[in-house]
Nanobody
Framework: QVQLVESGGGLVQAGGSLRLACAAS????????MGWFRQAPGKEREFVTA????????YYADSVKGRFTISRDNAKNTVYLQMNNLKPEDTAVYYC??????????????????????WGQGTQVTVSS
């Protein structure tokens, strides 16, 4: 069982920045990736970004490229999401996800909800105009 604890959400003005963190505990060994998704009211959960645990390959949704950066600290089993130049349309609950598929080589983008087996409780990000 894997537990994910997110932190760092809040209220920020458009153009501002926030950094989210997601700490993983439990069985966290040789999994494929961790990622961030978001869900706005009345909308489906959508992919934001992900990072492979081995090698650090990153993947981004087009809507956040150049503004958001995902990073990881393997020793702390923690993934971070640095969000810059935030826009009102970035307002959502942000969820950290854990893809437990073993990393046995190859490369595929973990950008679907069903790629992830565990989720954090979510953290609210609100961007005012």
């Amino acid at each position: 069982q894997v537990q994910l604890v997110e932190s760092g959400g809040g209220l920020v003005q458009a153009g501002g920045s926030l950094r989210l963190a997601c700490a993983a505990s439990g069985y966290t060994f040789s999994n494929y990736a961790m990622g961030w998704f978001r869900q706005a009211p009345g909308k489906e959960r959508e992919f934001v970004t992900a990072i492979r645990w081995s090698g650090g390959t990153t993947y981004y949704a087009d809507s956040v490229k150049g503004r958001f950066t995902i990073s990881r600290d393997n020793a702390k089993n923690t993934v971070y999401l640095q969000m810059n130049n935030l826009k009102p349309e970035d307002t959502a609950v942000y969820y950290c996800g854990y893809c437990s598929t073993p990393d046995v080589g190859g490369s595929w983008a973990p950008d679907a909800v069903y790629d992830y087996d565990y989720w954090g409780q979510g953290t609210q990000v609100t961007v005012s105009s």
